[in-house]
């Protein structure tokens, strides 16, 4: 809890200098080179695994306060809705996901779930910052 108001008050002050995309990339992209060394030291310093599990964790909240700001400006008459709609998709798809993740996490390990999760994130990411600057450039 403490961890996503950090995050959320850091993320209001960085938006104004790199902007929507830029606050989504810099939220995604750390992902996958923190879970690596994650599950790195999982084996070798549990101490230091802990924290980097936080830093982890404050990089998926880094975005959330921004996107969810972004989509009430942009629909100022439907506030409410557009805040239920943003949570609801989060819960609703990291719900279904989660029974198929865990039985593909049982059969080959949780260790490449969460680096398979964390590349597709670290892609996406990767993908829609170049998408951003080509259309800078036109």
Known sequence: LFRSGVSMIIASRLEKYFKLRGMIVLSYIPLLPLTVLF???????????????????????????????YAQK???KYVGMISGIIQGLTLAIGSILLVPFGI???????????????????????????????KEKL
């Open 104 to 134: 593909l996490g049982q059969k080959i390990g949780v260790e490449y779930i969460l680096i398979i999760v964390t590349a597709f994130a670290f892609l996406i990411s990767i993908y829609s910052y170049k998408t951003s600057l080509l």
């Open 39 to 69: 599950l790195y030291l999982l084996k070798y310093n549990k101490f230091l695994a802990v924290f980097v599990l936080i830093l982890i964790g404050f990089f998926m909240l880094l975005s959330a306060g921004v996107v969810l700001a």
């Open 74 to 76: 942009t629909t100022t």
